[in-house]
């Protein structure tokens, strides 16, 4: 990697992890308002999730950190994926997501007491958080 590729990588892993971070505490917020999916949420209060605040900051990083992470992997892989710059950031969620997240989330449901419910909402989630971290790469490192 030369000094232009990493800073492209870096600039935009920051702004993805700016956007992310936006639509990850907003959504929250507006998600908890919707009545529908309050009993969603009250999953959440069992004992499986920490809950004393001893660890919020790795909540509250999350999409810095995998915004970084996505965009050190768009760097590497960035050429195999052609077409429109939304095309190739969709295309990039959906790979992540399957090789990524698939695996991980499969373990966690054998082994936690979650729902499935729980763990596909995860899913969707992170589908949707690298999508969108896809198509700002396209656009911004393509």
Known sequence: MNKV??????ISGLIAGIVLSVISYGGLFVAIKIPLLKPFFVEYLSSVFVSDQSRDWFFYSHAIVISF???FFWQRFKTVFHGHFIIRGIEFGIVYSLTGLL????MTYSQIDVSAAMVLSWLFFGLFQSSVAGVIFAKMNP
Not at 5 to 10: A, D, G, P, Q
């Open 5 to 10: 590729s990493v800073k492209k990588m870096i």
């Open 69 to 71: 992470a996505l965009s």
């Open 103 to 106: 695996p991980i989330l499969w």
